[in-house]
């Protein structure tokens, strides 16, 4: 599990690029594009990392956050929280994450803070 890591993204050409970055970086990457996915994932793998974005498909991941932080935190995932908007850092922390960045993120950015928390 230590480097396994599952990215929530809906936008087809950010979901390669995060499979091809984070997979060079030596991560077993599982891309889930809608909510849906993501919870059938969550439910059938242990994850070191979950990178979620939350907005996808015109909703937001909040609610499958809070479905499923039971689990991912008995099996000591790391969450963090990617958003095109600052305010969302609030409810990033009313859901106890502690990793939270604002869009535009990059590449490097994301890839040390993976190393980061697969250190943890």
């Keep these: 599990m230590t480097n396994h890591v599952l990215v929530l993204e809906d936008d087809p050409q950010l979901s390669h690029l995060y499979t ?6 030596g991560y077993c990457v599982d891309i889930a594009q809608s909510l849906e996915g993501a919870q059938r994932l969550i439910s059938e793998n242990d994850y070191a990392i979950f ?3 939350l907005h996808v498909e015109a909703g ?15 099996h000591g995932t790391k ?5 095109g908007q600052e305010q969302y850092r609030l409810d990033a922390a009313e859901l106890d994450i502690e990793y939270f960045f604002s869009k535009p993120v990059t590449m490097p950015d994301i890839i040390q803070y993976v190393n980061r928390l697969a250190r943890c």
């Design 79 to 83: 969450v963090f929280l990617v958003s």
């Design 20 to 25: 091809r970055i984070l997979s060079r970086a």
């Design 51 to 53: 990178v979620c974005d």
């Design 60 to 74: 937001s991941s909040s609610s499958l956050l809070r479905c499923a932080w039971d689990r991912l935190k008995q």
